[in-house]
């Protein structure tokens, strides 16, 4: 292998790498959608990351990287129902309507998920750290609420305040970006 050939492969990968780490969410929620539970989907999203990186090749440049990895991942849902015997769950039917409604609010998806990161940054130490709590490292209410002293009741209407706000101001930022789109 030559030179310009090596450095060729170590721009591909770390275009893969790039792509991957800024799509791995939205990939990851779509998964988690199909599957019948979180640990099935973490295994999917295991193969399907692992199959993403041998097919690399596959990839073709300016397409969505998000749709090909949504495609794999369909595949290995698929698999893992004919694997487990667990397909009754959801039929194939079903998989196709959930899979063909992620793709219709993919657009819009990507837009609030922007939105959301914007509107996180806004807030305030306080309900950004509940927010982490609750969301990132999948915290109970109790079990937070224990740790800061609180009554379980007070972590439920702070969270719901700061889902309230969040709300809001996705909607003020997503209004504020079609207005200037016109």
């Excluded at 692992?50 to 794999?72: C, E, H, N, Y």
């Excluded at 998920?113 to 109790?142: F, N």
């Excluded at 609420?145 to 889902?163: C, I, N």
């Amino acid at each position: 292998m030559s030179k310009q050939e090596s450095e060729g492969q170590i721009d591909q990968h770390d275009q893969f790498i790039s792509e991957f780490a800024r799509n791995s969410r939205q990939l990851y929620n779509y998964i988690r959608a199909l599957a019948p539970n979180r640990h099935d989907a973490d295994d999917v999203y295991q193969s399907t990351s692992l199959v993403m990186w041998r097919k690399m090749d596959s990839f073709q440049a300016g397409t969505s990287f998000l749709a090909w990895g949504r495609q794999i991942a369909f595949y290995e849902v698929c698999k893992l129902r004919e694997q487990t015997g667990r397909g009754t769950l959801l039929s194939e039917q079903a998989l196709d309507v959930l899979d063909a409604s992620f793709r219709a609010r993919l657009d819009d998806s990507s837009e609030r998920l922007e939105a959301l990161g914007r509107c996180l940054e806004k807030l305030s130490p306080a309900s950004r750290r509940l927010i982490e709590q609750r969301y990132d490292r999948e915290r109970s209410p109790a079990a937070i609420a224990l740790e800061l002293g609180q009554s379980t009741a007070s972590v439920y209407r702070s969270l719901a305040r700061t889902h309230h706000w969040l709300m809001s101001c996705i909607q003020h930022t997503l209004a504020g970006a079609s207005s200037h789109g016109d």
